[in-house]
């Protein structure tokens, strides 16, 4: 279990650009503790339901599995005004 914090840790940190962390403020310090749990909390709920309906993968698994979706969202302009939103995922 502990891999596993570790590593979903060191992810977090490269894809939420909070590395490298210099130590040098209080402030900075509190911030990176507390966008680093708050991610990993986030990271362990969507595990915990996955393990529910059966899916067992490390988040570096889940990483690779989400990596190919895709969603875009195409704003037209209509002539009365409106915004009209179509969202595609793939």
Same mark, same amino acid.
């Given at each position: ?5 570790? @590593?979903?840790?060191?992810? #977090?940190? @490269? ?14 310090? @509190? ?5 680093? /749990? ?27 599995? #989400?990596?190919?979706?895709?969603? /875009?969202? /195409? ?8 915004? #009209? ?6």
């Amino acid at each position: 279990m502990l891999t596993d914090l570790e @590593s979903v840790f060191r992810s #977090l940190k @490269s894809e939420l650009g909070l590395r490298p962390v210099f130590h040098h403020k209080t402030d900075r310090v @509190s911030g990176h503790i507390f966008i680093s /749990v708050l991610a990993y909390h986030l990271v362990h709920t969507l595990r915990f339901q996955l393990k529910a309906q059966g899916i067992h993968l490390s988040w570096n698994g889940l990483r690779q599995k #989400l990596m190919g979706q895709d969603r /875009v969202t /195409v704003q037209l302009k209509r002539k009365d005004g409106k915004t #009209l939103h179509i969202r595609k995922t793939n």
